[in-house]
Every structure is written in structure tokens, then in C-alpha cells.
């Protein structure tokens, strides 16, 4: 059910979007507008969400300390999984970000009946970071291999990204290796959510919707590339027309393009709605970005709620006769 | 806003490096390649014979699959003649059928003992579209460019 | 109230049966069932009354009828909207979690039961549904397809049953890839859930007093020496020495403080004989405090108010008696409390000097600001610098395997402190498995509150994953002590020993340290601090 109508609705923008690539007289709308605003609401959004989480202070310092403390000095510490320096801190987060430390230690546990009872045992469980990182990383180098259509000149490291990825040379146009990464992993991320039991569980329709877009996007673009062919140099005009705030519209560019682009215009004016403000929020996560220095320094909350509290003297005027006779120095005698 | 600074100074970077386009375009006019179809051999054509070997649709997607396929026939089976799809027939050879049109005239004199094909060093064609997309062909990793022959 | 039987808790090798195969209705769709022996009682109209917490009142779980005081959905919606402007990391959490699942088999308590509501990110999803309907756009106009829902009584129960299912252990936040922590989610739950009264009394009750009292076992001043002198009396039993603690002592240069776990029953009392044993043998200046006499903080497990308000006393009382720092006990709660919120809500702490060991003159840097430092660093510098004379042998009927408490570990990184101490005082030290100790390590099941009686078949489930492990090493190396740093744990895991692996005893690591300890003039020891005989030099042996 959830999958169905995430399917759905990512059929529904398919079809707005053939019918935008086959009316000659919406390519500006779907070339042009559509990209416009859904940047707006993409930059809008992601600033808008980041702020208001900005808003709510951070009042405790409350790392997870995923490694031995800092305290005697022969005992070593675990300076990036308990950093008590900025460094420290930078180094976890640069691992959490860019190579998915915590997914990297996934287990999986598993129930078995032995001979004396019951054995848990917890097993290596990488799929889910490999496919994570291929996933995040493909993406990421697509994305700045679309640079060459909207940058003249075009900088060399992007030729020399686009030469890397192709470097197979398989195929006319040659294959990019993160194509093949990507459309893998996306798959894979789609198919453990509806294969394993637990995961289709929590699964939301919010879970699927993305996962189908993202697969729609991929697939019109490898489309694009080999089957429905588009004129790249119009391409390439509207894009720098966009990015010159100079908007042109180049006839015959091919309709794939524009089922393409408003796919990924829909992508990015749904992110800041959804829960692919991971990437923003993964920056700010208490747990992880913290000095785990609590016993050196003070952290200061700027909301320290006043309250009550049952002072020495109370307790002192209720159980001083006890306190006396159990030999126990008071204040008042 | 708590720890704005930082917040704020991480969105500025974020937007900085998702407005690359904008900033690194500033000010630049929107040239496209230009590629002149009115080259002095096309005009020399008969009206009728001046489309391509394929249609320019078919030539803009495909050129690069015709291209593999006439080398191909020319280096491997030896054919020498191509019949495109209206049955018309075309040499197969990149100097004397594609750059015969697709090339100025300078560029043809510029061909310095057979190293390479005027194309490589044109403004036209191939080079013109190709950069402008950073497109590259493999073809340059065996023929050497005209400029470099040069030196 | 409808009167609930006392329910037998199935036997172990019926709870190991876990079905992991999800229910075939929506987890929205299924409703959630109060189960005798899995959950605790209700907090009591008294005690919430003496901690001035809303809606007190009897009740019980088992009824139908939860008496929610009028107008409670505005209450608990406008507890989250202040709770969400307070919170950066409540706000986050909500927000980016992307249900992949890493989580969900790291939980003790989805580990021993299969329902899906236990798998962490299902447990945030029971609030994280509300807060889209009522906090998010998308959860306003999709509704259901959003994984939105609409905040009903039902709700409610769910919340408190999944909310009082967490031990706050935060093992799931180690692997989450965004480090969404569930123990800050069920925190924040808890809170809300108090805004309508509803509690457990397992929690309230230590909470009032402790509040009232200055510990959680409710000891008036009186029953606190007269239970040390008790354990003074058997210290000379065993030892030919008499030890002289003091209390509430003005000038003192250190104050000591417990968790009051300590104070009754074992083995928390032969832990409390091994600090009396050990500050005697050093000559340590140091004091009790029957005013501030428990190191730990079931108001962490109510709101953090209620946190801040018993954890007042620490600091108050080493001010009024002019300490110069404070040592901490074994406990495990206490710590994370002391390490992450001490020291904002009621420091700084400078009337107080950065601890320095007595004995070996170490500086202890790392406590610089809070001035407070654990008993296993302080012991754990005294063995490294050879200031105690000790004999392992005397532990050698032991083989012993340590827990890691999920709030140090977790919450604060201690981790080879204690190990050390272990291996100067036993000769026979074996680590459970890799994925079950250290910042991996298995809660005992009890932990955040919920070591209360009625809901043992929940706590035997919940500690299954840590007694698992220990039967590993018990099979595999003979381990027959468990030990540990913390009063719950002592408190907890010797019922689950007796269930999952019976003949593992249960010690805190300080009563190790007292049994290997020689002190100065003592006679020939024939028992341990539980008056067993001693291997080689017990009269029937």
C-alpha cells in the first residue's frame, strides 16, 4: 500500500512530465520556471529547516561516547569516538560524514536454539554501509559531473571526474561507472525495504516516495544517454541561460530532457519537506558534534530552569532529633 | 539562533557551493558553438545533396555510432562505400567526406604531412561542441592533435 | 481498580521462543497490550503529591480507565512545542531519521520480545507520528501517508508502555548513522507523559525519597550509620579492624557519595564494605553524607527538572561541609547524570578544587570543572602507582567477567579504568564477546527505572542479550562472577543470573578490590567480604 501509492505519485510526475516534454508551448514552464523554483524552494527550505533547528539551544552536552574516556594519563584515550578537542570532534564528524563510521559498525544479530539454550550471536552486517556509500557517493559525483552543463569554460578536475568515472571506456557513450554504482545501490536500498520483514515494517510511504524518484531520475538520465537521445549543446545553453539568469530555450532539444529535469526539479523542491534533511541535520547532531569535555568545561544552557529543591535546612529541621541521637553533627542545636 | 555563527557561516558555504553556476558564469554571454553549415563546399552542393550523411537529427544523436561503424568497415571488413538510409551512397572517410564540408579552408592547409586530420584543430567541427560539453572522443588518444603535430 | 494476579514469569526456555516476524497489521493499526509482567505499577498519589507532579492520583495501568486529567491532548501537544524549542536534539531526532533500520536489532529489548514497537526507530516513531500531525506540514495534509496520526488515549498507553520498555541505554545511537539517540526521545516521553501524570512507582517513589529523604531507599539519617556501622561490625568480623567512617563532617577533604543501592541488601552493601575498607587502609579524609546520601537520579528517569532538583544536594552539601572534591561511587545512571548534567545545572563548581589523590598526588584533569571523580579512577591510579598492597590470590575461586554499565560506557567512556582494577585484584579475568562489552555493551535490562518485581518477565526478556553473553564466557571459561560498577546492576542482575545462568554470582568491583586488599594489621582472613570461606584457608575445607 505505501509502496503502491509512492509509485504512484511517482508515476503521476512521469506523466505530468511527458505530458510538459510534448507541449512545445509548456517547454519554457518545464525548462525553465519549474527548475527556477524548485531551486528557490530547495535553498529556501533547507535554510529555513536548518534555522529553526537552530533556534532550539543545545542544552546539555550530551555526546555519545563511543570509546574510552579521557582521564589517567597512561590509559589511552579514544580521541575521535570520545574527542575531548575541536580536532577530535572535526575528525568524527568528517568520518561520519564522509564514510558513514556508525553504519560501518553494524551487527547483525542473530537467534539461534543450541544444544544448552538459546545463543545469541552478532554477526558483520556491511551491505547496508557498502550500499549507502555507493549510493551517497555516486550521487555525489553525478551531481558535480552535471557541473559541465552548467559551467563555461568547463574546469579540468570536472574533465578529469567525468574521465575517471569512464574509464572503462565500455560502451558508445561510455559508461560512467557511477551510473552502474548508482542505479545498484538505489535498488538495493529499495529491495532490502521490501524484502526484509522488519524493515518493510517501518517503512513509510515518506521511505519509498524518495527511493522511486531518485530510481525515475537515474533512469530517464541513462535514457537520455543511450536511447532517447537529446541535443546536448541546447542542453547546455538553457543550463548556462539559467545559470546567467539569461533563460533560453533552444528548440529541438529532445523530450527526455525535459522529463528529466522536472523529475529532478520535483527531487529538489521535496527535499527540505522530507527526511533528506539528513544531510543537513547529520551536521548538527548533538550526539556526534560535541566536545565530549563535560567534567573539563562547563556547558552553559541558556534556558537553566529555575526549580524547587529541599535545601540542607528543611531536611535538617526534620530529622534533627534522629540526626542527634545517631551522633550526627547539625547545624542547630 | 544558538551557535548561529556557526550555522550561519556552514549555510553560507552550502548555498556558496550550490550557486557555483551563477558566480562562475557571471557576466559571460551565453556562446554557444558555432558551427557554420555554409561552409564554401556545402554551398558548392546542389540544394538536394546538402544534408549529411543522415538527417542533422540523426547525425546530432548517432554520429558517434556511424563513426564507430565506418571505422569499423574501413579498417577491418575494407569497405569503402556507405549507403545511408535513403540509399544514397557516401565514401567512407573522414577526411574526404566528413571535413570536405566541415572544415575551412585554412584548416585543410594547415594538414602538414598527413599526421592528422584538420578536424582535430578545428574551431568547427569536432572540437567546438565537444569542449563545450567536455566531451571527449577517443579518438584523439590515437591521432594526435594538429597543434601539437605542429610543434 | 481491578486487581491484577501475580503472574508467573514464564521459564527461559519458553522466552527464548522470540518471533521476530513483524504482526501483519499496520504497526498504527495494532494495538498495544498491557501485558502482566511486563510493566510496573503506577506512580502513587502520595509521591507525586510530595514531588508536586500533575495529576496525582490512584490508578493503575491494568484499568481501562487512566483518569487523564481534563484537557490533557493541549497539555501534551503544548509539551512538545516547548519541549521542541528547548531541545535542538529532540527537534533533530524527530526530523532526520530515515527509518534504515541500523537500529533496530541493537535494542535489548527488541532483541528479546520481537515486537516491532521495541526496535528503536519504531519507538521514536510513536512520537515522531504526532509530532507530524500536529509539527509538520507534510504530516498536516498527508496525514497517515506521511506516517502522521492523531494524538488519542490509545496513543497515550502505547507511549507509556514503549516509554517505560527503554532502559535509556543508548546503545542504538552508537549505530545510527545520524546518532539519533532513543534515550533522549523516551527522556523527552517520559516528560510528557508526566505532564499527565503518568509515571511508574518504581521511579516516583525513589524519586519523593530521595527528594525528601536524600536517597532513593528513603534511609532517615539514623538507618544510614546504623547500616554502616553494621557493615563496620562485619568488616571487623572479617578483618580485626575496626574502620570509623564519619558523617556530615565539616572540614573534611573529600566527600564520598553512593548510590544508596549501597546501603541494603547484597551485594550492594559488601561494594559499600569494600569503600569503607579501602578509605581506611589509605587513611582517607573523607566523609558521608545522610543529607546528600545517593549518588544517583531517578528524577533523570521523570524530567529533567526533577533531575536538577535531587541532583541539587551533591554539590549543596560539599559546599556546607567545605570539602575540597567528591568522590563518586558505583553506579551507573549517576555517572552519565554527573558527567553530562551536573555541572550545567548547578555548577560551577568553584568552591570545590580540581581532585587530587591524597595518596599518589595525581591531578585527575579530566574532572577540572565538575571536581568530582569515580571511585574505579581513583582505585585505578592507587594500583598503577603500587599504593595498595594486595593479594588476587584471595579472588582466585573467581572467575569473573565485567559489565560495562550502559551510562558510563555510553554516556561518559569508562571503560579501562574498572578493567584495570580488575586484573591487579583477579587472577581470572575473561571479556564477554566483542559486540556485548565496552560502548557495545548489553544493558541488564533493568536500568531507567524499571527494577521493580511486577514486571519481571520484562526485565528476565530485557536482560537476555547481557545474560547471553555472560553464559558464553560461562561456558567457555567456567565464569562464575559477574561484575560491574553499578547499584542497579547489583541490584538487577543477580535475579537475572538465577534465571538465564544460574551459579554466577554478581559483585561490584569494589568488593573484588576489598577481598584482595591487605591491609595494614589485619588478622589471617578466612572469609570474603560474604563470610564464605576462603579457597585453602576455610575451616571445612
Known amino acids: 500500500m505505501k509502496v503502491l501509492f509512492s509509485l504512484l505519485a511517482v508515476i503521476v510526475l512521469i506523466l505530468v512530465a511527458i505530458m510538459g516534454a510534448y507541449t512545445t508551448s509548456l517547454h519554457y514552464t518545464f525548462g525553465i520556471i519549474i527548475p527556477y523554483l524548485a531551486l528557490t524552494l530547495f535553498v529556501g527550505g533547507f535554510i529555513y529547516r536548518v534555522v529553526k533547528w537552530g533556534r532550539s539551544p543545545v542544552p546539555f552536552r550530551i555526546p555519545t561516547t563511543i570509546g574510552q574516556q579521557k582521564s589517567l594519563p597512561w590509559i589511552k584515550q579514544n580521541k575521535i569516538e570520545n574527542p575531548t578537542s575541536t580536532l577530535g570532534v572535526i575528525v568524527r564528524m568528517a568520518l561520519e560524514i564522509l564514510f558513514f563510521r556508525s553504519l560501518f559498525r553494524n551487527t547483525k544479530t542473530e537467534l539461534s536454539q543450541g544444544p544448552k539454550g538459546p545463543i545469541l550471536a552478532y554477526g558483520s552486517a556491511k551491505w547496508l554501509w557498502l550500499g549507502s556509500l555507493f549510493f551517497h557517493w555516486s550521487f555525489l559525483i553525478i551531481l558535480i559531473r552535471h557541473l559541465r552543463y552548467f559551467l563555461d569554460p568547463i574546469p579540468f578536475s570536472i574533465q578529469i571526474l567525468e574521465s575517471i568515472d569512464g574509464i572503462l571506456q565500455i560502451g558508445l557513450p561510455a559508461v560512467y561507472l557511477t551510473d552502474a554504482f548508482f542505479l545498484i545501490a538505489v535498488t538495493y536500498l529499495f529491495l532490502r525495504r521490501i524484502f526484509i520483514p522488519q524493515l518493510k515494517y517501518i517503512s513509510l510511504a515518506a521511505d519509498f516516495f524518495p527511493l522511486f524518484l531518485i530510481m525515475s531520475i537515474a533512469s530517464t538520465g541513462v535514457l537520455m544517454r543511450y536511447f532517447y537521445k537529446v541535443d546536448l549543446v541546447a542542453v547546455k545553453q538553457l543550463a548556462i541561460g539559467l545559470a546567467t539568469f539569461q533563460p533560453v530555450l533552444p528548440s529541438g532539444i529532445g523530450a527526455m530532457f525535459f522529463v528529466h529535469i522536472f523529475l529532478v526539479s520535483s527531487l529538489f523542491a521535496y527535499f527540505p519537506l522530507s527526511k533528506l534533511m539528513h544531510m543537513g541535520g547529520i551536521f548538527m547532531s548533538p550526539t556526534r558534534n560535541m566536545i565530549s569535555n563535560n567534567r573539563m568545561v562547563r556547558h552553559i544552557n541558556p534556558w537553566n530552569q529555575e526549580v524547587k529543591y529541599h535545601t540542607y535546612e528543611q531536611y535538617e529541621d526534620e530529622y534533627r532529633d534522629k540526626m542527634k541521637k545517631a551522633g550526627i553533627p547539625v547545624e542547630k542545636e | 539562533m544558538y551557535k548561529g555563527g556557526k550555522i550561519i557561516a556552514s549555510l553560507i558555504i552550502f548555498v556558496g557551493l550550490l550557486t557555483i553556476p551563477f558566480f562562475y558564469n557571471m557576466g559571460k554571454v551565453n556562446a554557444g558553438p558555432e558551427i557554420n553549415l555554409d561552409t564554401p563546399a556545402i554551398l558548392a552542393l546542389a540544394p538536394a545533396d546538402q544534408q549529411c550523411v543522415e538527417s542533422p537529427e540523426v547525425m546530432k544523436a548517432n554520429h558517434m555510432q556511424l563513426l564507430n561503424q565506418w571505422r569499423e568497415a574501413a579498417v577491418r571488413d575494407g569497405q569503402s562505400v556507405y549507403i545511408n538510409s535513403q540509399g544514397k551512397s557516401f565514401e567512407i572517410s573522414l577526411q574526404n567526406t566528413c571535413l570536405n564540408c566541415h572544415s575551412t579552408e585554412a584548416e585543410k592547409a594547415s594538414v602538414t604531412g598527413g599526421m592528422s586530420n584538420p578536424a582535430f584543430g578545428s574551431t568547427q567541427f569536432c572540437a567546438s561542441c565537444h569542449d563545450y560539453n567536455a566531451v571527449q572522443p577517443l579518438c584523439y588518444t590515437c591521432h594526435i592533435g594538429s597543434k601539437e603535430a605542429a610543434k | ?541
Open chain 3, 1 to 541: 481498580m481491578a486487581k491484577v494476579e501475580k503472574v508467573k514469569t514464564p521459564k527461559p526456555q519458553e522466552l527464548s521462543q522470540i518471533d521476530f516476524k513483524p504482526p501483519t497489521t499496520d504497526w498504527m493499526d495494532t494495538p498495544t497490550v498491557i501485558k502482566p509482567g511486563n510493566f510496573c505499577w503506577g506512580g502513587k498519589e502520595k509521591d507525586l503529591l510530595t514531588l508536586g507532579l500533575p495529576n496525582p492520583r490512584q490508578w493503575s495501568p491494568a484499568d481501562e480507565d487512566w483518569k487523564l486529567p481534563e484537557g490533557w491532548e493541549s497539555t501534551i501537544l503544548e509539551g512538545m512545542a516547548e519541549r521542541l524549542a528547548k531541545y535542538r536534539s529532540f527537534k533533530i531526532f524527530m526530523d532526520i531519521c530515515v527509518r534504515c533500520g541500523a537500529c533496530a536489532d541493537k535494542c535489548h529489548f527488541y532483541i528479546a520480545t520481537g515486537d516491532p514497537k521495541n526496535m528503536p526507530v519504531l519507538r521514536a516513531e510513536l512520537i515522531r507520528s504526532v509530532y507530524k500531525k500536529y509539527f509538520t506540514t507534510s504530516g498536516k495534509f498527508l496525514g497517515k501517508l506521511a506516517g502522521a496520526r492523531e494524538l488519542n488515549e490509545d496513543v497515550l498507553k502505547e507511549w507509556w508502555s514503549y516509554f517505560f520498555q527503554c532502559t535509556e541505554c543508548r546503545r542504538c545511537s552508537v549505530f545510527c548513522p545520524y546518532g539519533i539517540d532513543q534515550a533522549e526521545v523516551t527522556i523527552i516521553g517520559r516528560e510528557l507523559l508526566n505532564l499527565v501524570g503518568l509515571n511508574i512507582d518504581w521511579i516516583s517513589g525513589p524519586a519523593a525519597n530521595c527528594y525528601m529523604k536524600g536517597n532513593h531507599l528513603g534511609l532517615e539519617p539514623h538507618a544510614i550509620t546504623g547500616n554502616i556501622e553494621t557493615m563496620c561490625d562485619d568488616i571487623e568480623d572479617i578483618t580485626g579492624i575496626r574502620v570509623n567512617p564519619t558523617f556530615n563532617r565539616k572540614g573534611a577533604e573529600i566527600l564520598f557519595i553512593t548510590p544508596s543501592g549501597d546501603l541494603l541488601g547484597e551485594p550492594g552493601i559488601q561494594t559499600c564494605m569494600g569503600y569503607l575498607m579501602l578509605f581506611h587502609e589509605l587513611g582517607l579524609d573523607y566523609t558521608w553524607s545522610t543529607y546528600a546520601s545517593e549518588g544517583g537520579n531517578f528524577g533523570f528517569f521523570t524530567s529533567n527538572d526533577m533531575a536538577k532538583r535531587l541532583n541539587y544536594k551533591i554539590y549543596a552539601e560539599a559546599k556546607r561541609l567545605g570539602v575540597k572534591w567528591i568522590l563518586g561511587g558505583e553506579c551507573g545512571h549517576m555517572w552519565r547524570v554527573l558527567s553530562q548534567y551536573m555541572d550545567t545545572w548547578h555548577g560551577p563548581a568553584d568552591f570545590l578544587e580540581v581532585p587530587k589523590s591524597p595518596i599518589t598526588g595525581t591531578v585527575f584533569e579530566n574532572a577540572s570543572s565538575t571536581k568530582m571523580i569515580h571511585i574505579s579512577e581513583f582505585t585505578a591510579d592507587l594500583i598503577k602507582h603500587k599504593k595498595l598492597n594486595l593479594d588476587p590470590s584471595r579472588n582466585d575461586h573467581l572467575k569473573v567477567t565485567y559489565h560495562d554499565s550502559c551510562n558510563p560506557s555510553r554516556g561518559m567512556g569508562l571503560l579501562d579504568e574498572p578493567r584495570e582494577v580488575i586484573k591487579a585484584v583477579c587472577n581470572n579475568f575473561y571479556e564477554m564477546p566483542e559486540s556485548t562489552i565496552r560502548e557495545k555493551t548489553f544493558c541488564c535490562g533493568s536500568g531507567s527505572g524499571l527494577n521493580a518485581s511486577e514486571n519481571m518477565e520484562q526485565r528476565m526478556r530485557g536482560g537476555f542479550p547481557r545474560a547471553n553473553a555472560v553464559k558464553y564466557v560461562k561456558e567457555k571459561h567456567g565464569v562464575n562472577m559477574l561484575a560491574n560498577i553499578c547499584a542497579v546492576d547489583r541490584a538487577a542482575l543477580p535475579a537475572l543470573m538465577d534465571y538465564w545462568n544460574p551459579g554466577v554470582g554478581v559483585t561490584g568491583v569494589t568488593e573484588l578490590v576489598a577481598n584482595a586488599l591487605v591491609m595494614k594489621g589485619e588478622k589471617e582472613r578466612t572469609t570474603n567480604l560474604r563470610f564464605e570461606d576462603l579457597p585453602g584457608k576455610g575451616g571445612d575445607e
